[in-house]
């Protein structure tokens, strides 16, 4: 059996552990947490830090292969380990270039992959230099995470609260669609494109409403979404699963955003909605078996579950048996133990085979279900 190891215990190497029970492979995750969604579903907790070098090259030295869940890791653990023969996936040469937002977009303008402009600035006095640049987005090269390392700069006074550390600074987009595109690939180099996902955001809260699988965007730009995202998988030259992000601007240009090269939570419904999961995908790479098939076999949305506001404590899912005694509804809760506001607590896919009958759903999913806390 191969022996794999994931760094990070969050939900994403939960839906990993799920897929992996359908494999011969023995798994092991290294976390701090010991209640962490992760811990109950692996042959072998480690607790230890992901993100230091000695807890990482130790939970790695014995293993076959390794795989990550986030990008925070201790790289040069990673480089120590490849080079010691542990496989792994994305190879760290790969998250070297990505997990830093500078050396991500110098990475795109030197392969020519389009991608807004951008202005490397290097702390808060010199981001003042560049006000004929605004307006702009401003991305903290190291240690952003779900959007708290973005900053948008319209004026003079915005770029106050610009980061005080290596940056980068974004010509702002006119955005028309978000979109992800979910790429695998393997050793041999073969790929696989999962259909586009499109994020649809709530207008008056700026908040991700749902993501809806397969989008409808015209044949030309979906051309343009593969093209950029397989160029992005090939020009990193490492196996695994990379999740693009790009913006679909106003005049139907395709620019990339960011790359994740991991399983993402921009395809979770293919688990339930395509005949492979990215989940089952990641495991058929690692384990060096075919590429699957990535093509869905219904539309799919998918709902976050985030904790309400106002409660915190052990987790209460209001109105589940009501969104459960829907068509084709399926509920992922990540096992937290306590909710916070805002924390993303589990999902909930939908499929229908009707685009408006499934967004009807997704609404109706969505203003059912809450996560409250225990009275
Ligand atoms: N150049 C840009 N022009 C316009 N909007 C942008 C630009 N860059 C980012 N944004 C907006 O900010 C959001 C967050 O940016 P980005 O994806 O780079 O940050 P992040 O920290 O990785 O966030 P997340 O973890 O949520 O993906 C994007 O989804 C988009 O809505
Ligand atoms: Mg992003």
Redesign the pocket.
Known sequence: MLEVGILGGGQLGRMLLQSAANYPVETSVLENEPDCPSAHLCHHFVQGDIRNFDDVYKFGKNLDALTIEIESVSVEALEKLENEGVQVYPRPAALRIIRNKISQKQFYKDSEIPT?NFIVTTNREDLLKFEEFLPA?H?VGLG???????QVVRTTEDMKNGFDAPSVL????D?AK?VSQIVAINERGETALFPPVEMVFNKDLNLLDYQISPSDLNKEIIWKIEAISLKIARELKSPGIFAV?LFVDKSGDVLV??TAPRVHNSGHHTIEANFSSQFDMLWRIILGYPLGNPSHILPAAIVNLLGANNYSGSPLYEGIRDILKMENVFVHIYGKRQTRPGRKMGHVTILNKDKADLIHAAQRVKHAIRVISEP
């Open positions: 807004a987005v991305k952003g995470y779900d959007g708290r390392g973005v974004e010509k702002m987009i955005i978000e992000e955003n960011e």
